[in-house]
């Protein structure tokens, strides 16, 4: 009798304790490794301001560039300037 029960035991842990604990952590791995709706928010924003900043960068090179042509040479490190103008920059 006492092995008829521990054999009931150890099958329906196998067969129903085991894939239930595997398909538990599995939706829980899928459900973590989604954005979330304010995820998503944020980079929209993050995206926005990153756009935004690029947009401005690029009009004080070209306010500098049309103050002074050579801004970019005059504002490098010597090693960095000779290293440019050799490349032919």
């Not at 939706?27 to 995820?39: E, N, Q």
């Not at 103050?67 to 050799?86: F, G, I």
Request: charged share 25%.
């Amino acid at each position: 009798m006492e092995d008829v029960f521990q054999a009931l035991v150890v099958c329906s842990i196998l067969f129903i304790g085991l894939p239930w604990v595997i398909f538990h952590y599995i939706t829980k791995w899928k459900t973590a490794a989604t954005l979330t709706g304010s995820d998503e928010k944020l980079l929209d924003e993050l995206h926005d301001a990153a756009r935004r900043l690029d947009d401005r960068l690029n009009t004080i090179e070209r306010i500098m560039t049309a103050e002074n042509p050579n801004w970019r040479q005059n504002a490098l490190p010597e090693s960095n300037r000779q290293r440019l103008l050799s490349d032919g920059e």
